[in-house]
């Protein structure tokens, strides 16, 4: 290779191990931070004797809904309610909670008043969900989780641990097909490699507003007071934006690791990811905002050192240069490894990260273009 080239390659080699020391060194800072739910026995004792209402919305949960009720049904918190509200479901999701209700007084179903204009169907169902509750613990489940028998317990727990109106959940992720081992994970990349905890929990600031929809646990008057579910209407991606709602009205919101005691299974193919993920996008990343810097960090981070790999590999480089290439695949891949081996996530996955980020941020690009046209992804029927 020639000098000049040399040269060039020496720079863009900087470049990566830059790009790719972000989301390493905010993982290094941030796991210790990520602590799974509380255990400590006296926090527990103190839990067990707050009361919960586990709150479900339901639209065609035909195949879900069943076995979520008998994991919750199993817990050992001491007093629970647990209400399901058919959303319109055009299957079987109603009869199975009057069957459950019919020999579990703890479980009740209700009926949606139906969907408002400009409302999305998961907050509108929450919100009318949190006025039939009876308790002031709000626990918001997606009709797929699956809890373990203490984990109501924790979860109160660690809410009362960490003094937070909002704490949030992000379950064991369980993975089937291809695209659901490379996409999945990246939840728990983005989160760990982007998001300082520290900061998050030193300041209400809506910037920092995080969270996992699938399980959310809220005190009541709080929920009230910034408008609940409610107050994002019309969003499809409650994981960000209630904890946005509580910060803008001046409460915390937490996350914590819920891998130990909870498990969920998003999707079940192909189409189900790649539509989920387009529904979720504009709330995220893929805005104009946000969409420029995170291609430059993601694709700069993950994909740009495998890149300068193969061109040396091809043409050759200097010791310094082949050094620092090798340092930034390293940092590249270390992450994606190391989540792999604390959430129990797909290997495979994790080897192929590179790829995973690519299409992820291909994901993000498309759903603007989308916005653009004008060109809604439909969710359960619904647009």
């Known amino acids: 290779m020639h000098l000049e080239s040399d040269g060039s390659m020496l720079i863009a080699a900087l470049v990566a191990v830059a790009l790719a020391s972000l989301p390493a060194l905010m993982f290094i800072r941030n796991m210790p931070r990520f602590q799974c739910a509380c255990s400590v026995p006296d926090r527990m004792a103190e839990a067990s004797g707050i009361p919960v209402s586990v709150l479900i919305p339901a639209r065609n ?144 600031q809506p910037g920092f507003a995080a969270g996992c929809g699938q399980l959310f646990l809220a005190m009541r008057e709080p929920y009230m007071k910034s408008g609940g579910h409610a107050a994002i209407a019309s969003s499809r991606h409650d994981g960000i934006q209630l904890p946005k709602a509580f910060r803008k009205a001046g409460f915390m919101s937490d996350i914590f690791d819920a891998t130990d005691i909870a498990c969920v299974r998003m999707y079940q193919s192909l189409s189900q990811v790649v539509r989920g993920l387009l529904k979720n996008a504009i709330e995220g990343i893929a805005n104009p905002k946000l969409i420029g810097p995170f291609t430059v960090l993601l694709i700069g981070g993950a994909v740009f050192p495998v890149a300068l790999l193969a061109i040396a590999i091809r043409y050759g480089a200097s010791p310094w240069v082949w050094g620092l290439i090798v340092v930034a695949c390293l940092l590249a891949w270390f992450p994606r490894a190391w989540a792999a081996k604390r959430f129990s996530q797909s290997i495979l996955g994790a080897i192929l990260h590179p790829i995973s980020v690519a299409w992820f941020v291909a994901l993000q690009w498309l759903a603007l273009g989308m916005k653009a046209f004008r060109i809604q992804t439909r969710w359960r029927g619904r647009l």
Not at 106 to 118: M, N
Not at 153 to 176: C, D, H, K
Request: with cysteine; charged share 20%; glycine share 6%.
């Open 61 to 204: 949960e035909e195949q879900s809904i069943g076995p979520a009720l008998d994991s919750i049904l199993k817990t050992t918190h001491p007093q629970i309610e647990v209400i399901v509200l058919d959303d319109a479901s055009e299957d079987k999701t109603a009869e199975i909670v009057q069957a459950q209700s019919a020999s579990d007084s703890r479980v009740r179903l209700v009926g949606s008043k139906g969907l408002p204009e400009g409302w999305n169907g998961k907050q509108n169902a929450c919100w009318q969900l949190a006025s039939h509750a009876r308790f002031d613990r709000l626990l918001f489940l997606d009709a797929d989780v699956r809890l373990h028998a203490d984990a109501i317990t924790r979860i109160v727990a660690e809410q009362n641990l960490r003094q937070s109106p909002l704490v949030s959940g992000f379950p064991y992720q369980e993975t089937g097909t291809f695209a659901e081992k490379l996409l999945i994970p990246l939840m728990h990349f983005v989160l760990i490699g982007f998001l300082p905890i520290d900061q998050m929990r030193a300041s209400v």
